[in-house]
């Protein structure tokens, strides 16, 4: 969690103006969008980090089995919220494998 990506984001997020972030946190933690989930029929990637205190791999399953079309769920072992900034080592072959393949040749 000490990389310069991970410092440069919370340096950016701790100087944001109050009522920006009061309207951003809203919309985050208030918004709900499951009644839509069944119409969305492209392929879907969930990639999942395993300790997320924010989204539980549980979320990502809802996902799965919520989505018009087909899915796959890969849990990656990643601590934290955003893995492109703690873990890109691990996140970035996920990604990467995943751009490259389609649901069925995982």
Known sequence: MDS????EFCRTL???RPD???SLAQTIFLGDTRHILGLVTLPCH??????DLAVPVAV???LHQNLGGE???EVVATEGHLPQLS????LIPV???HIRYGIAEL
């Open 4 to 7: 310069m990506a991970v410092q």
């Open 14 to 16: 701790f100087n944001m």
């Open 20 to 22: 920006i972030t009061l």
């Open 46 to 51: 969930i990639i999942q980090g395993m300790k």
């Open 60 to 62: 990502s399953e809802y």
């Open 71 to 73: 899915s796959i769920v």
């Open 87 to 90: 873990s890109p080592d691990i």
């Open 95 to 97: 990604l990467l494998k």
